[in-house]
């Protein structure tokens, strides 16, 4: 299987959410404002504004430390911010640094913003398909044949359709990727969020990962991104963020950022990438 890393025209068809080539609309999916971090005296981000059209790929590159992790992990609630203001899908949820929905509401909303970790985070003791058929019934409240039904589609959409019956301990560390960005597909996100998804993964399996997340891309899916494959980025992002320090240098987009970075920062890195390929 080969993922050509150049930039590639969007797919129209899709079965998630809209086409990209559609206009979009007037409130962003997700939205921002003057977000801080704070883990005791240490401040990991600060002033942080962004926003996410619905439907557009951003990519959060940069340095180890620099805080994107955090900052994606604010964007689910898995963090709480020490400041600012989140909005999703137009929803305010954190408002001053304050959660407003209740706990109780939480897990709802965390369905609809679905998120991929490092760690693959699969019960050991289900099969791919109940794994990703699992919330759906006792979140979602579907019935077990028809949160099966779902689960299957989403195993053959990935590439896992002969593998649906299979234990995560006989499933390479790629497939289970795929397995666990199916199980947040099975909840019908609004958008995705990826921390770092191949990072646990050996180098030759990545190619998997990456191609499963290209075609949500093209498919229309709102994603938000955090990764150390820069081509990757380059390839599938319309917007890139660079961060260091906490806070967001450089955005642009991928020609933009990668071609022509305008702060030296942003440049140092790029350059140090390119050094460690020598």
């Known amino acids: 299987m080969n993922v050509s890393m150049e930039k590639q025209p969007r797919m129209t068809e899709t079965v998630q959410s809209a086409p990209r080539g559609q206009e979009a609309a007037e409130q962003p999916a997700v939205q921002v404002s003057n977000l801080g971090k704070s883990f005791g005296a240490v401040e990991v981000l600060r002033d942080i504004e962004l ?95 028809e949160a099966d039904e779902r689960s299957a589609q989403l195993l053959d959409s990935v590439g896992l359709g002969q593998r649906m019956n299979h234990m995560p301990a006989h499933l390479s560390g790629g497939q289970q990727q795929r397995v666990a960005i199916a199980r947040a597909l099975a909840m019908d996100p609004d958008v995705m969020l990826f921390d770092e998804p191949t990072s646990a993964i050996d ?32 390839m599938i992002s319309d917007q890139v963020l660079f961060l260091a320090d906490g806070t967001i240098v450089e955005r642009g987009t991928p020609d933009e950022l990668f071609g022509a970075p305008q702060h030296e920062r942003t440049h140092q890195f790029l350059a140090a990438i390119e050094e460690t390929k020598l």
Request: with cysteine.
């Open 51 to 145: 926003e996410i059209s619905t439907g557009e790929v951003i990519t959060l590159i940069g340095p180890s430390g620099s805080g994107k992790s955090t900052l994606i992990r604010c964007m689910n609630l898995l963090e709480t911010p020490s400041s600012g203001t989140l909005q999703v899908m137009g929803e305010t949820l954190v408002q001053d640094g304050k959660i407003l929905p209740k706990r109780s509401q939480l897990q709802e909303f965390r369905a609809k913003v679905g998120m991929v970790f490092q760690s693959f985070n699969l019960f050991p003791h289900l099969s791919a398909l109940e794994n990703i058929s699992l919330a759906q019934v006792h979140t979602l409240g579907r019935r077990r044949a």
């Open 203 to 234: 180098p030759e399996l990545r190619v998997e990962v990456l191609k499963v997340m290209r075609d949500l891309a093209q498919s229309g899916m709102t994603m938000a991104i955090v990764t150390h494959e820069l081509k990757f980025a380059r």
